[in-house]
Structures are given as C-alpha cells and as structure tokens.
Nanobody, 123 residues
Framework: QVQLVESGGGLVQAGGSLRLSCAASGNIFRLNVMGWYRQAPGGERELVATITKGGSTNYADSVKGRFIISRDNAKNTVYLQMNSLEPEETASYYC?????????????????WGQGTLVTVSS
C-alpha cells in the first residue's frame, strides 16, 4: 500500500510564507510526477504546481514567482514553498503523485492523493 502524507499547513497572515511537505511511503518501485493541488471551500480542485522526477516544473499562472516546488528523490518527498500568500489562497492543499509499484513482473501505475493539509491566510 502506498500513501502520501502532507504536513506544514496552518494559519498565516497575508504576505506571509509557509512550506508544505509531502512524503510518499510504501511499496514504491518508481515515483514519477509529483504535484500540489488546492481546493478552496465551495470550489473545485485546481493545479498549483507539478515537478517531474528530473526536476522539470510547471506552475499555475496565479502562483508563478511566489511559489516554489521542489523534491528530494532520495526521501520520496515533495515540497511547496509558498511566499506572499493571499487570503484567497485559503484552501486545503493536496499532494498528488504518479506512483509505480512492482509485483513480480507486473508494474502498475497509479495516481495517489494525500489527505490534504489546510492552509488559512488571514487578512
């Protein structure tokens, strides 16, 4: 069983910073693209940023220049450094990963989600 566990959420004032972490654990054969998504109350889940195993990154336009995604492949962990946070970015932030597991000759690719961590930005 593979799971993603996020940490680092909390309450921050507008203009402040937070760093989220997400660690993957379990029977992992290969960890491919990892990313962060967020869902505001009453809203839809939206992409924040993704990063490939090789380090190529992709950001939502709204966070470019303020958020930085990174990963430590040795630790199976992805991070999201969030700077200059705005009240409208209050949301639950979810870690996502494409994970391959191997059982004998069979390699299975799955998309796994974390349980989410709440980020609240006060004005």
């Amino acid at each position: 069983q593979v799971q993603l566990v996020e940490s680092g959420g909390g309450l921050v004032q507008a203009g402040g910073s937070l760093r989220l972490s997400c660690a993957a654990s379990g029977n992992i054969f290969r960890l491919n693209v990892m990313g962060w998504y967020r869902q505001a109350p009453g809203g839809e889940r939206e992409l924040v940023a993704t990063i490939t195993k090789g380090g190529s990154t992709n950001y939502a336009d709204s966070v470019k220049g303020r958020f930085i995604i990174s990963r430590d492949n040795a630790k199976n962990t992805v991070y999201l450094q969030m700077n200059s946070l705005e009240p409208e970015e209050t949301a639950s932030y979810y870690c996502n990963a494409e994970i391959q597991t191997r059982r004998s000759w069979v390699i299975t690719t799955s998309e796994v989600w974390g349980q989410g961590t709440l980020v609240t930005v006060s004005s």
